[in-house]
């Protein structure tokens, strides 16, 4: 396969997928309350940008729910990655954080609610407090693994050529970790944003994930699908930033 | 041949290794009492079967491992630490793959308090000695193997080590490319004669490069042979392999090889 055609490929198979949709809902194939079609989702979709859905533009729901989640990635990898680290670089460090990371890492965050609810509150911190949970157990381990994984070679080289402690650390460790960091991040960063669902089921009136699930309880299946399609493209587009940042940055990666 | 009045650049003293084997559970001997000198200036190769122990006295002399009993001396200094005195060069590379081959080489310089500048102009210097002054600001890998190793061989250079280290650095080579670098390495030496710990398992490349060959025995690890070569600087390949004394020192080493250190015994 030529690698130019693979672009192609894809907006062809995106594109039929669309067209099929479209003639599902057109000719009323389906019952629209089941499957709406593109042009009721669009109809829907002007009307929450121009009416609201219950009091709240779509874009401020968007911007509700992009809010929480940049706040509680934020968070998860300024804490998630100097711990992450820590852990790599010391076995006791390790010992003590790796039960709780390992124990708290698969659990579903969904078990969780009714604990953060009880603990925190059903305010914006328990919705940011999941999401981040979420993202920094992910980015705490892959942090770990990143140091962890720097080839003993490299660090000899660098000791020969004279480097004291904190020089291998900042200068040969830490650019040796850089991908797998970012790899890391992108990957707690997708896992946070689903569980974006999770957090705005805590006693909320407003963002996507709210919207989708209020609109399900009414059957406003168009509503709910409107949602559906902004909470995968908002994802898509914050891996797609991520991606385009490590290209820049790490742009070694894959070739040494 | 070597001068026994200056005192030797490189010893080791009754160098013994010993490993902890996890899976068995006891101690495995991997140098056994290993002593030797290498004078300013020589180049030595150090060749074994692999398995012998000839890593294990390289990372010895370069401050990686530490030795069981005994001890290596430079310039009469005990070796405690890894350091700029002794450049090294891997049987890979190793560059560093986010910084270009000028602050690769540059890097040395730089983290022992050279300014910017002034480390970049002398990794210039090194990288035109070794012939890569075009590629100052390409990236690692965008450059052959060979080159690659090169850089590597200029980044060791550039610090001004008391000794060179190298461990099998053409060995990831093909045929064609190793033999380029051998040739190209002899040539620069020649130019600079910094004191070299060559370790190879290639007989044809410890003939063509050394002044005097150290052959060791396997399991444990133990000097079998040593053995000096008279060979005149500069050499070609052709001239030494066509010479008959190549033939003789190349069976020498074999069966030293062959009969772990029977190389002084009458058979």
Known sequence: MQPASRPFISV??????????WIVGHWRLADPVLLPGPEEVALTGYDLVTEGYRGVSLFGHLAVSVARALAAFALAVITGIPLGIAMGMSPTLNAVFDPFVQFLRPLPKLALIPLV???????EFSKVLLIYLATFLTVVVAATAAVMSVPEGRLRAARSLGVNQLQL?????????????FTGVRVGIGIGWTTLIAAEMIASTSGLGWMVMNASAYLRTDVVMLGVLMLGVTGYLLDFGLVSAQRRWVHWMGKA | MIATS???????????????DSVRGRDTLALDGISFTIADGEFVCLLGASGCGKSTVLNLVAGFEAPT???ARLDGQPVRKPGTDRGVVFQQPLLFPWLTILDNV????????????????????????????DFAKHYPYELSGGMQQRVSLARAWVSHPLMLLMDEPFGALDAQTRLQMQEFLLQIWEERRTTVLFVTHDIDEALFLADRIIVMSARPGRVALDLPLSFGRPRRIDEIM?????IRMKQR??????????GDQPH
Do not use: C, Q
């Open chain 1, 117 to 123: 609810v009880v603990w925190f509150g059903i305010g």
């Open chain 2, 69 to 71: 009993s005994g001890e």
């Open chain 1, 12 to 21: 062809l198979a995106v594109g039929t997928a669309l067209s099929l949709w």
């Open chain 2, 106 to 133: 540059a890097f040395g310089p730089m983290m022992n308090g050279a300014s910017r500048d002034d480390a970049r102009r002398r990794a210039s210097e090194y990288l035109a000695f070794v012939g890569l002054a």
């Open chain 2, 6 to 20: 200056s005192p030797p650049k490189l010893a080791l003293d009754s160098v013994t290794k010993r490993f902890r």
């Open chain 2, 253 to 262: 080493v074999m069966h030293a090889i062959r009969h772990d250190g029977g």
């Open chain 1, 169 to 181: 650390f900042r200068y040969v460790i830490l650019p040796s970790a850089l991908p797998e960091l």
């Open chain 2, 242 to 246: 066509s010479d008959p004394e190549y």
